[in-house]
């Protein structure tokens, strides 16, 4: 079941007080994209935020086995969220080495899918969510990399990500 919106309110993300690099190296973050009638999630740590284009912006990278790369794919939107530092990690880990082609991953992990007021799914027990729109996406390619040694090194099998940088439009903190 989808939950209504609740326990959240609004914060500008010019406001935000994050370290970015902790944000997702350390507390890590489920990448969700698609509608109350099908959505898929996972984990992801790969990322970037910054101001681009006259707007505050993210950037995911998927890639292209991942099940969620089919919903990043044909939705408009994507939503971040983030449960706070070493908080369901047994969670992310799940959402994060399972694939919901072969689970419902919030029926495993008891997380609950909630929609957002642009009508994205995000969690109930993140701490921060962060709503995006989709504006520019484009695959890593072999010939741009000017360092060959990460693409020999994170890409042996070719499977290069697709990266999708979205305009932030909502940013939600829960309300403690
Ligand atoms: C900590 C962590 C970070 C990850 N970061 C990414 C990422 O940035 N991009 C990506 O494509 N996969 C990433 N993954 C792998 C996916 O989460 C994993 O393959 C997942 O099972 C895909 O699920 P899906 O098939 O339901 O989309 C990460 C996994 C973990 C545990």
């Known amino acids: 079941m989808i939950k209504e919106f609740s326990g959240f309110q609004p914060v500008d993300p010019f406001k935000l007080n994050e370290n970015v690099f902790d944000l997702l190296d350390k507390e890590w973050m489920l990448i969700t994209a698609g509608d109350k009638d099908r959505y898929n999630t996972m984990t992801a740590s790969w990322g970037s935020f910054g101001f681009l284009w006259r707007k505050p912006i993210s950037i995911i990278f998927v890639r292209p086995q991942r099940h969620t790369y089919q919903f990043t794919e044909e939705f408009d939107t994507y939503t971040l969220s983030f449960f706070g530092h070493g908080n369901y990690r047994k969670e992310l880990s799940f959402c994060g080495s399972k694939s919901g082609r072969d689970y419902d991953k919030a029926k495993e992990t008891g997380l609950s899918p909630m929609i957002t007021p642009t009508s994205s799914i995000a969690f109930e ?6 709503e995006c729109r989709k504006l520019y996406a484009d695959d890593i390619k072999h010939d741009s990399f000017i360092d060959k040694l990460i693409d020999e090194e994170i ?6 990500h697709r990266f999708y940088i979205g305009e932030i439009t909502g940013c939600y903190q829960k309300v403690v």
Do not use: G, S
């Open 125 to 130: 027990q993140a701490r921060l969510i962060i």
């Open 155 to 160: 890409y042996p099998t070719k499977d290069h």
